[in-house]
């Protein structure tokens, strides 16, 4: 909505990101307002978190449904991936 139109035959991972910056950008004046302050890692969170989670939700409600140990390895995998990154960018932010 608030990003620039890409064309049909872009990249998926084209299409992700600029969605991505869009929506920080467009919820950076909210941030402010609400907190006085803006993260540092709002980007890059979104950026390197944002394809993992698209990716382990339907893998998740596969999994429901198929309880598969291969697929429950992979999620595992995705998910702990996921708290890894998450603990690395706090890292990043100001305590």
């Known amino acids: ?3 620039p139109s890409l064309a049909e035959a872009a990249p998926a991972w084209k299409k992700s990101a600029v969605m991505t910056v869009s929506a920080c950008l467009l919820t950076l004046p909210f941030l402010w307002c609400a907190f006085h302050e803006l993260s540092l890692t ?7 978190l944002g394809p993992l989670v698209e990716l382990l939700f339907p893998l998740g409600l596969l ?20 708290l890894l990154l998450v603990g690395w960018l706090s890292g990043w932010a100001d305590p």
């Not at 709002?42 to 390197?48: D, G, K, R, V, W």
């Not at 291969?70 to 995705?78: D, H, Y």
Request: proline share 13%; charged share 5%.
């Open 1 to 3: 909505i608030a990003g």
């Open 42 to 48: 709002l980007l890059p969170a979104n950026l390197l």
């Open 63 to 82: 999994l429901t449904v198929i309880p598969l140990p291969p697929l429950a390895w992979l999620c595992e995998v995705i998910a702990r991936l996921s």
